[in-house]
């Protein structure tokens, strides 16, 4: 089974409106990174984000994490029709040289 | 900087047959990880490498197989193909580890026919 799993899969939202996914992972962690890829082409880095970190802020995006709960979420802010892609995060368990990869949420963003 | 490289971008082939992908990561990263990405399974880890030693792996059968030459290049090979190994197949460098930033490449497509 996988160590992430992404909430919801699917997201449909019109351009202007922010979009929240959120990320829920199993054991303990040294990192949770979130990545972004458009139409099955390689994962671009988005953010990364330490166990002993809260929040982090990239652009429009902004990043919680809440161990106590093993929770991320992120926030895309003033979405674009550019931000229409597969969102993943990955969680990078203590020790283990290894990322784990959620489902994904596929966000769709309408002009 | 180049990113990260892999070749070939496509591949056909029939089951039985084996493959060779490869990957030239960021000059100066010394990780390499390769994943497997399907529509059913997701993305799936399937090793690293760091300095040419595997450092951890993940649950495919012996048939998936790497290495990590001194110049951090690596390859991955895939024996006795079966259908089920159709998938896109990426790699990723970075210049620890997972605790860092993963680069990707654009991935191999793979189709077992």
């Known amino acids: 089974s996988q160590q992430g799993e992404e909430d919801p899969q699917a997201l449909s939202i019109q351009e202007g409106e922010n979009a929240t996914m959120n990320c829920s992972y199993k054991?303990?962690?040294?990192?949770l990174q979130w990545y972004r890829q458009n139409s099955g082409r390689g994962l671009v880095h988005l953010i990364l984000i330490r166990s002993n970190e809260r929040e982090k802020h990239s652009g429009r995006l902004r990043v919680t994490l809440d161990t106590s709960k093993k929770s991320s979420s992120l926030l895309i802010t003033a979405s674009r029709a550019a931000d229409t892609a597969s969102y993943f995060c990955a969680t990078d368990l203590e020790s283990s040289y290894k990322l784990i990869f959620g489902s994904g949420t596929r966000l769709l963003v309408r002009p | 900087k180049a990113g990260v490289t892999q070749t070939p971008r496509y591949l056909i082939k029939t089951r039985g047959q084996q493959v060779t992908l490869s990957c030239s990561p960021i000059?100066?990263?010394?990780?390499v990880s390769w994943y497997q990405q399907t529509p059913g399974q997701g993305l799936q880890f399937l090793f690293e490498?760091?300095?040419?030693?595997?450092?951890n792996k993940g649950n495919f059968p012996g048939r998936f197989s790497g290495r990590q030459f001194s110049n951090s290049r690596s390859e991955m090979n895939v024996s006795t193909l079966e259908l089920g190994d159709s998938a896109l197949y990426l790699c990723a460098s970075s210049f620890g580890g997972s605790y860092n930033e993963q680069f990707f490449g654009p991935g191999t497509r793979l189709t077992v026919l």
């Open positions: 054991t303990s962690i040294n990192n």
């Open positions: 000059s100066g990263h010394r990780s």
């Open positions: 490498y760091f300095s040419e030693t595997q450092r």
